[in-house]
């Protein structure tokens, strides 16, 4: 094919030209059923099929058959974008209930999301090819994310624990040269260390367990960090060395922690959708603290707050005055860009709390810091993340 050819067919592909038009360069079979599958969700130029092609329609075969198209002709991540603005311009969400269109969906965060969303209108049939999706992003999620979470807390923790009666292999070289240099033997060019320093074994009682409590907003525009956040949650149950809670909130509070083990049940147990009582939320974690010194509560919520303002601005400021480790993240999504609650994030940001939005590739990085109680705003200015600033 001529450089000119392929412009042509390139730009007749682009405009939804139909290929019996005047002028048209003629598309291969490929080709029209390319164009046909762009053409049945976007029209040409508007939202209307052109000539007879008929749109999605509302069959889930026919919808199946169109997905498989776009399957083959696109990578996945285009396929995701293309089923999204199938949801939205086509109200297919409602599609989703059927197992037939459910089994050839290209699965994501997003749809997990959605799944979730449904999963209380769904038939029984399609409940069980919804956890087998739903199982299949999970694992995938988990392979990507686990091994930073697993190695992120347990270094943090490893290393700002520390005992002066180490055994061999976990005694801390470089300390231990550096607080016994006066010791040094100059005949023998070599240091007698005193005292050596040395990580702290993981095996350790529950009074010395660090605590962390995720507490996540479950209304609708918080889907995907609930995914997110649920994935983190179970990793880092699964981890010895520190005490894990997951607590998910709208108007009524669901407590997951016990499900933790099993991160499809637990998306299972998520009520997307609903109002917004943060402060209902914080109180019930706060209740739940054991150890203040050792608890670190991460708020994840676009601060739109349904209930009393005030009384969570002041529940937060006792929870920072008994020393408990406090962080809004806004959003835990891949693009990080969040829709919030500006003048009261501004006043939370005020209490000396960070409040920020971040990515899950970012998230295991900021429970080290978190954990080793480092400042969370020196970190995010190393990630380039912007905090909200305080309330003037």
């Not at 498989?68 to 995701?80: K, L, M, N, S, T």
């Amino acid at each position: 094919m001529s450089e000119t050819d392929e412009r042509n067919r390139r730009w007749t592909l682009a405009l939804g030209v139909d290929a019996d038009e005047e002028g048209a360069t003629a598309l291969s079979d490929s080709d029209r059923r390319m164009s046909e599958a762009l053409t049945a969700l976007y029209g040409n130029g508007d939202d209307a099929p052109k000539k007879g092609r008929g749109g999605l329609g509302g069959s889930a075969p026919r919808v199946a058959k169109w997905l498989g198209d776009i399957r083959e002709f696109f990578p996945a991540p285009v396929v995701q974008v293309i089923q999204k603005d199938a949801f939205e311009r086509k109200g297919l969400r409602q599609m989703l209930l059927e197992p037939e269109f459910l089994a050839t969906v290209e699965a994501d965060v997003n749809l997990i999301a959605d799944l979730v969303a449904l999963r209380g209108v769904m038939p029984e049939k399609t409940k069980d090819t919804a956890r087998i999706v739903i199982a299949k992003v999970v694992a995938e999620l988990m392979e990507r994310l686990e091994r930073r979470t697993t190695d992120a807390v347990r270094g943090a923790l490893n290393r700002s624990l520390r005992t002066n009666r180490p055994r061999f292999a976990d005694i801390d070289w470089p300390r231990t040269i550096k607080a016994n240099l006066r010791h040094y033997q100059p005949e023998h060019r070599t240091v007698v260390p005193e005292r050596l320093i040395g990580f702290l074994r993981q095996q350790r009682r529950i009074v010395d367990l660090e605590e962390v409590i995720l507490c996540v907003d479950q209304s609708g525009s918080m889907a995907t960090s609930v995914v997110y956040a649920s994935i983190f949650a179970a990793v880092m149950a699964s981890l010895p060395v520190v005490a894990t809670k997951l607590v998910c909130f709208d108007t009524a509070i669901v407590d997951l922690t016990e499900e933790l083990a099993d991160p499809v049940e637990v998306l299972f147990g998520v009520q997307l959708g609903g109002g917004t009582d943060i402060n209902s939320a914080v109180a019930y974690c706060e209740d739940r603290i054991e150890r203040p010194s050792k608890a670190h509560l991460i708020l994840i919520t676009d601060l739109y707050e349904g209930g009393n303002a005030d009384a969570l601005v002041d529940r937060l400021a006792r929870l920072v005055t008994r020393g408990i480790n406090v962080i809004v993240l806004l959003a835990l999504t891949d693009t990080g860009r969040p829709s919030y609650d500006t003048e009261l994030s501004a006043r939370v940001a005020s209490l000396g709390i960070p409040v920020f939005a971040c990515t899950p590739d970012q998230f295991p990085d900021l429970m080290a810091t978190a954990l080793k109680r480092e400042d969370v705003a020196d970190w995010a200015a190393d990630q380039d993340i912007k905090l909200i600033r305080p309330e003037a």
